[in-house]
């Protein structure tokens, strides 16, 4: 019959590796002996296995430190902030897109009707709402679609930026969970 064989660290009771008698002839030492299904649960659990006290003891994973949470929370609240400033603005009771390409789309615009001002020329644009109807705009129009824009880019930059202050100044998990609460609220929000 094979024996498994845990070969720990005796100071911490990590595993540093397996051997089988069958198998191998020169075994470290300390071991200890083991089950195939104790062998099986060490890789099924994510290893989280010790040697203590000369047990074969399973050490439930710690979770993740406040650094590591406030890092995860911190991503969370930028992808919140892009959704938002990426998932369209109202300009003259109308709900316009602001993904990416729309803002490309919108500055180009822009940059066409600010020479048409400097130049003292008509301008005029039929500009496409999110709802698919297009809206009349002249060289003011666009400038102020524009503006709209910035300051919706900028309404989200803000609440994020608010969020993640509070979030640096949290030291205990019970702090997190007050930023985490907040940022719930948010998506929640229309």
């Known amino acids: 019959m094979v ?13 540093q590796g397996f051997y089988s008698s069958g198998l191998h002839r020169d075994i470290p030492s300390p071991t200890l002996e083991i089950t195939a299904e104790q062998h099986a649960d060490y890789f099924a659990r994510g ?3 010790r040697v203590i006290d000369g047990v074969w003891t399973y050490v439930e994973p710690e979770g993740p430190t406040l650094d590591e949470r406030k890092n995860n929370l911190r991503a969370a609240i930028n992808v919140e902030r892009d959704r938002r400033e990426q998932g369209g603005f109202v300009y003259a009771g109308k709900q316009f897109d602001s ?20 130049a003292e ?10 709802d698919n109807t297009t ?6 129009g666009l400038l102020g679609l524009s503006a709209a824009l910035a300051q ?5 930059h803000v609440r994020a930026r608010d969020l993640k202050e509070q979030l640096e ?3 205990t998990a019970e702090e997190l969970v007050e930023v985490e609460t907040l940022l719930e609220e948010w998506k929640a929000e229309a």
């Open 99 to 118: 993904d990416a390409t729309s803002v490309i789309r919108i500055n180009a615009a822009v940059n066409t009707a600010v020479s048409a001002i400097l």
């Open 169 to 171: 100044e949290a030291e």
């Open 47 to 49: 290893q989280n296995h």
């Open 135 to 140: 809206v009349p705009l002249d060289a003011q």
């Open 152 to 156: 919706h880019s900028n309404t989200q």
């Open 121 to 130: 020329t008509e301008f005029a644009v039929n500009w496409t709402a999110a």
């Open 3 to 15: 024996k498994y064989l845990a070969h720990y660290n005796a100071d911490t009771g990590t595993i």
